[in-house]
């Protein structure tokens, strides 16, 4: 039986565990403990590949609840529609969960292609989930409705839709009480999160519309996923309140000026805003909306021209996060442990034994991936990406 023992790192869980062994049989972390001796196991009849940890930190892979991996865009016309993501994009960018979903297009865009890219994904070896509907009320679904997608398809954990933007439905409160509570009863019944993510635009309303659902409802603050809160810095402030009340606040890595959204807080230093704030960090995320991408009138051309978010836009804000000086295990519990906490992902998020072997492990000096383990399998070593898509 083959085992991968990673060695001398400094975990953490995300809870700092000191130098510890890492032991992964499987897909599973079996053992962590001071020091697992490899002689042992080879005597025990293990084939044992050793991964050194040395002036290495050993984290939970990411997770990311916002990509667009089947391709996203096409609001300026065909030409801006995004491929496919492939494997390695995904897996250089330190993702170990991905979760799919559609965007302002979910009429020539389908949850059917969305849900056998998800597969696809899945057979390569990353772990894949995604959202049914889209930015419409009603929502695209791919059985009878939103509860019945929830209940008999086994990667649907929750809805998609959005809110406050001019590429919304529109929808009035009541609707949008009443695709939440499908949402949420499909979750109950099927036992998942059944969480709706919320794409917030910069509509007048911003975030008031959810707050009325939660005052008007017995629905639970946190069964919402609101996201690209850091959009603007009227969005951001409107999300500190929304905070207060026990919300979640998802930042978008990819929404930054970096990358041309000149309205955008940049995503690392939102966070440093809702600490400052007395957010409690356990309802704060972060997503990629990877692939994703707008378009906008060129102010010197007049000319369209897109603005995409990239993949690797988590991993960029989760090093200027720790960089900043926010603590380690914050950083980690944004990008990988609250979420995997939200969306009811119980063997995601923890380095933790029984727990899936999903461990980036990074140089504590170059704050670069040196080594990636995705369900026990090795995807880079030494700072090399080992494996790649099928059609790559």
């Known amino acids: 039986m083959d085992c991968i023992l990673i060695k001398e790192s400094e975990v953490f869980a995300p809870e700092p565990l000191g130098k510890k062994d890492i032991l992964i049989i499987g897909d599973k972390i079996t053992r962590i403990n001071n020091f697992i001796n490899s002689k042992t196991l080879k005597a025990a009849g293990f084939n044992v590949e050793i991964i050194s940890g040395k002036n290495c930190f050993a984290i939970p892979g990411f997770i990311d609840q916002h990509l667009h991996f089947n391709g996203a865009g096409g609001e300026g016309g065909p030409l801006y529609r995004t491929p496919p993501l492939q494997l390695s994009t995904l897996l250089e960018a330190g993702i170990t969960t991905a979760v799919g979903l559609l965007g302002t297009d979910g009429s020539t865009r389908s ?8 597969c696809s994904l899945e057979l390569e070896g990353l772990t894949t989930k995604i959202f049914t509907g889209s930015y419409q009320i009603p929502s695209p679904v791919l059985t009878s409705d939103i509860t019945t997608d929830l209940a008999l398809i086994d990667k649907v954990i929750g809805l998609k839709i959005a809110y406050s933007d001019h590429r919304s439905s529109h929808a009035s409160i009541e609707k949008l009480k009443e695709v939440i509570s499908q949402s949420r009863i499909g979750g109950i019944i099927s036992g998942k999160s059944g969480v709706v993510m919320i794409h917030i635009g910069e509509g007048p309303s911003r975030l008031k519309p959810l707050l009325n659902v939660i005052k008007g409802t017995d629905i639970p603050i946190q069964q919402l996923a609101p996201t690209h809160l850091n959009r603007s810095e009227q969005v951001l402030e409107e999300s500190i309140e929304y905070g207060k009340q026990g919300g979640y606040i998802d930042l978008s890595a990819g929404v930054s000026r970096k990358y041309g959204f000149s309205t955008a807080v940049n995503p690392s ?16 995320t972060m997503s990629s909306d990877g692939n994703g991408v707008m378009t906008i009138n060129d102010p010197v051309t007049g000319n369209k021209k897109p603005l995409m978010a990239p993949v690797g836009a988590l991993l960029e804000e989760f090093v200027k996060i720790i960089s900043s000086g926010i603590p380690l295990e914050s950083a980690i519990r944004i990008t990988s442990t609250n979420i995997a906490d939200h969306l009811s992902l119980f063997s995601k998020g923890r380095i933790i034994e029984g727990k899936d072997a999903d461990i980036i492990l990074f140089d504590e000096n170059s704050l670069s991936i040196q080594s990636l383990v995705v369900k026990g399998e090795i995807s880079i070593i030494n700072g090399q990406l080992k494996k790649k898509g099928i059609f790559e």
């Open 269 to 284: 230093e939102a966070v440093s805003v809702l600490f400052q704030e007395g957010i409690p960090e356990n309802i704060i």
């Open 111 to 118: 949850l059917r292609e969305l849900y056998m890219k998800s």
